[in-house]
């Protein structure tokens, strides 16, 4: 069994300053940086040897399926529990670095408060309205294109690797980002969901919406899923700008 050292920037809370701690870990083959923080909780002593608390972080399905447990791992954001460590530090001695994502505010440690991703989803209303429609016999039918088409999207975890690559994506606008207009491009391309299409497209022709993308397609590179998020976005914004059209001639 080798060792790695892990190097982790610690927060004690919101507002609170940044720290520093490194901590050598001894690791097995297939081991993932989750099965490390898991071993410094159980052994919290520095590499100096000093006693410190257990690092904090966010994570729970472990299979690279809830979005959880995103980090910034040696300068890029990726899922922590599909993270091998034969493959980021596959030597002895190997350094780790773990940060937190710097879109979304610190709780602690490595854990951040992503709500602001949900509240998005809200704001362009990702779901489809079935209430009520239980008993009203089998829905439309779709072709298996559009089906292949919206479950690649469909993979979204809102994980944010997308929003932390994003260079428009900031704590002082209203951005929603790319996760958010390709749910769009899911619902509104769902046969029943297609009946809020406009009300998606209206809160995207807002402040915030799909005219603040600048098209940098750091998004589509760092989504662990890769779901086609530019091609998701060029939809969008052809539909937006007929919608816009539409509205403008129909007053609609």
Not at 74 to 98: F, H, M, W
Not at 133 to 156: F, K, N, V
Not at 199 to 219: F, H, K, T, Y
Request: proline share 7%; charged share 25%; hydrophobic share 35%.
């Amino acid at each position: 069994m080798r060792t790695v050292r892990l190097r982790i920037r610690r927060q004690d809370g919101p507002g609170k300053p940044a720290r520093w701690e490194e901590f050598d870990v001894p690791v097995a083959p297939g081991a993932n940086v989750i099965s490390c923080l898991q071993w410094i909780c159980a052994n919290p002593r520095t590499a100096e040897g000093r006693t410190t608390q257990p690092p904090v972080w966010d994570s729970a399905c472990l299979e690279e399926v809830c979005g959880a447990c995103t980090m910034v791992i040696n300068g890029k954001v990726r899922q922590s529990c599909s993270c091998l460590i034969d493959e980021y530090a596959p030597n002895d001695g190997d350094v780790i670095t773990l940060e937190p994502m710097s879109k979304f505010p610190v709780v602690r440690d490595l854990w951040v408060d992503r709500s602001r991703m949900f509240n998005e989803l809200k704001r362009i209303e990702a779901w489809v309205p079935i209430d009520g429609t239980w008993d009203l016999g089998p829905g439309p039918r779709t072709t298996p294109d559009r089906q292949a088409m919206r479950y690649r999207i469909s993979e979204c975890m809102t994980c944010g690797c997308c929003l932390e690559a994003c260079p428009q994506y900031l704590e002082d606008n209203n951005f929603v980002g790319a996760n958010a207009i390709a749910q769009v491009r899911l619902f509104n391309e769902h046969e029943t969901g297609a009946s809020l299409k406009g009300d998606r497209l209206d809160a995207l022709m807002g402040r915030g919406g799909i005219n603040d993308c600048g098209n940098a397609q750091n998004c589509v590179k760092v989504c662990p899923k890769h779901i086609p998020l530019t091609e998701a976005i060029a939809a969008i914004g052809r539909a937006v700008t007929v919608h816009s059209i539409n509205r403008f001639f129909t007053g609609r």
